[in-house]
């Protein structure tokens, strides 16, 4: 989903590595491009880069995939912000969902009106690309940005608006709206068409096998999260602690999915709660982070033995559903027996592993529910001032560093139910979430760059306790008269 995007992100790999590491394995080299028109451009390659896109001068070892991880790091003045964000689009006369040929003719809009680059699998556009921006298809069509690495806040959200702006422009004169919402409260998984996507197709058949819910999060969820940079390998053991300890607060402070099917699901994250029965061999709240030993080595134990999904080869998907990168590694993978991985598989790989903090060549909070625009600058706003400021994050990790793993798994589990109300040691988990948006706000303005007006949102729900989730709540028991159709227009964008 968002390998393209890395690759990015993390241009200049071989000067920033941490470790040395084989100058040739990183090697990059674009894909092919086709057309050239402006306001025409096609890049044709499917949403991962091309398996060729790594130059391989000898086998993978384990310390190549550690080395990688590490390449990641970055001097203080060299981190940025990159925010991810989903939407459900859905038709203004309805309330359908949009089925792939709308999503096509909205997509090819954009790309001839604001001169974005086409991603195409085989003949379906699945995407677009603009310099460190991309759009990009979630299983059940929820449209995605993946904003580029940016330097400040309003940087971040004045990306947000602008994208919401093309995109608006070209979908209202279709008849299509947009809705900012954790998971679609309205249709049924088989009301909702999916996506021409080969990896999609591998998931979907893999999901049932391993929980209830992969499908749910597959087709009716959708995320708000940030992507944030670390110096060293300490400050990402650091960052990747706070991360966790702090996830269920960010949870609660932005659940935004109280619907299913037209009524009350019990939850005020119903997104959060499907993730704890997806897949629990790539899911939760990794405990062993909070080891003393560990570090990018131990991640990448991890993630070796984590499950893979496919292998990309000649511009088609592999499916390698249960078996290990480890198993890759010894050339010993019976999808593609005798086969060595590439970095470019391993990048991929580790696309398809869904922590609540996941690491990669940087770090990505994904504890948050999808939600209206002033809540896409929100999360990010939470997470910089806390992550971003050194003496925030250790604050965070002085408050944090009694919890028991134990503690932080029932947060884990309670939150998406009960919200800031969650009880929490001698009092409920809102009177922490005070105290860490304190720090949040005090973080963003050491910053100096005037960003703390952003957290305004999440001040609101401290101060009175009452999550989105809530809201939407009691509006539907009062004025909506139990109908959740007047969410469509409550959360457009």
């Not at 590491?21 to 080299?29: D, G, P, R, T």
Request: glycine residues 8%.
């Amino acid at each position: 989903m968002e390998a393209s995007k890395m690759k990015e992100l993390c241009a200049g790999f071989s000067s920033l590595s941490c470790n040395s590491a084989k100058k040739a394995q990183m090697l990059h080299v674009d894909g092919p491009r086709v057309g050239c028109k402006r306001g025409h451009r096609v890049i044709v390659a499917a949403s991962p880069p091309t398996e060729d896109a790594v130059i391989v001068t000898e086998p993978l070892t384990r310390q190549d995939l550690i080395d990688y991880l590490a390449s990641g790091c970055k001097p203080k003045t060299n981190w940025r912000i990159g925010t991810e964000h989903e939407k459900f689009g859905f038709e203004f006369g309805t309330l359908h969902p949009m089925k792939y040929e709308q999503i096509a003719e909205l997509l090819n809009g954009i790309a001839e009106r604001f001169d974005w680059e086409k991603i195409m699998e085989g003949d379906k556009i699945i995407g677009l690309k603009q310099g460190k921006q991309s759009i990009s298809l979630e299983p059940g069509g929820q449209f995605e940005l993946s904003g580029a690495p940016l330097e400040t806040l309003h940087q971040t959200c004045a990306e947000v608006n602008s994208h919401l702006y093309q995109v608006k422009a070209v979908a209202e004169e279709m008849g299509i709206g947009f809705l900012g919402i954790g998971f679609q409260p309205k249709w049924r998984i088989k009301d909702i068409p999916i996506m021409p996507k080969g990896r999609y197709e591998i998931m979907r058949n893999y999901m049932p096998k391993v929980g209830s819910l992969g499908l749910d999060m597959m087709f009716r969820t959708c995320t708000v999260q940030v992507n944030l940079d670390f110096s060293s390998e300490d400050d990402m053991i650091r960052k990747f602690r706070a991360g966790l300890a702090l996830q269920p607060i960010a949870t609660a402070l932005f659940a935004n999915s109280p619907f299913t099917e037209g009524k009350p699901n019990g939850y005020l994250s119903m997104r959060s709660q499907i993730w704890t029965d997806t897949d629990n061999n790539r899911t939760g709240m990794l405990p062993f982070v909070f080891d003393d030993s560990f570090g990018f080595e131990q991640y990448v134990d991890y993630a070796l033995d984590v499950p893979m999904y496919f292998v990309y080869r000649k511009k088609k998907y592999i499916d390698c559903t249960g078996m290990t990168f480890r198993d890759f590694l010894a050339g010993k993978l019976p999808c593609i027996p005798g086969e060595l991985p590439t970095l470019n598989d391993w990048e991929n790989h580790l696309t398809t592993i869904f922590p609540e903090v996941r690491l990669k060549r940087y770090l990505e909070m994904r504890g948050a529910d999808g939600g209206p625009w002033r809540r896409l600058c929100a999360l990010p706003a939470f997470w910089v001032g806390i992550l971003y400021d050194e003496v925030s994050l250790q604050k965070v990790l002085d408050i944090t560093a009694d919890w028991t793993a134990e503690e932080r798994q029932m947060l884990r589990n309670k939150v998406p139910k009960t919200g800031l109300k969650t009880p929490f040691r001698d009092g409920l988990l809102r009177h922490v979430a005070e105290d860490v948006v304190q720090l949040a706000k005090d973080g963003l303005e050491r910053r100096g760059f005037k960003e703390s007006g952003f957290l305004n949102e999440v001040a609101e729900v401290v101060r009175t306790g009452v999550t989105p989730a809530e809201k939407l709540l009691e509006l539907y028991y009062e004025k909506w008269e139990q109908s959740v159709d007047p969410v469509f227009e409550e959360l457009l964008y």
